[in-house]
């Protein structure tokens, strides 16, 4: 219960409570919206690579997707897969 009062603003509070609002209302849309690209199969294909990402961390395999693996096409050259330096 204490922990709820913490989140929950008084009427003190109104700054916090309008920003709380406000990110409530903003958080709704934007998952409305992304849900809306989702199920309308009109999605990019960077939300499918974060899917399967999603999905392998859910199972396990941490930041895993078909992009990353030894297998991958897009990754390999010449049968090696290419040294990247990011310093």
Do not use: H
Not at 3 to 18: E, F, T, W
Not at 50 to 62: A, D, E, H, M, S
């Amino acid at each position: 219960m204490k922990a709820l009062k913490a989140i929950v603003p008084s009427r003190d509070q109104k700054g916090y409570r309008r920003a709380l609002i406000l990110a409530t209302i903003f958080f709704c849309l934007v998952l409305t919206i992304s849900l809306n690209r989702y199920f309308s199969f009109y999605s990019s294909y960077d939300q499918g690579l974060f899917n399967q990402i999603f999905w392998n961390n859910l199972n396990g395999r941490w930041f895993q997707s078909s992009l990353t693996s030894a297998i991958s096409v897009a990754s390999l050259e010449d049968g090696k897969l290419p040294i990247v330096s990011f310093i």
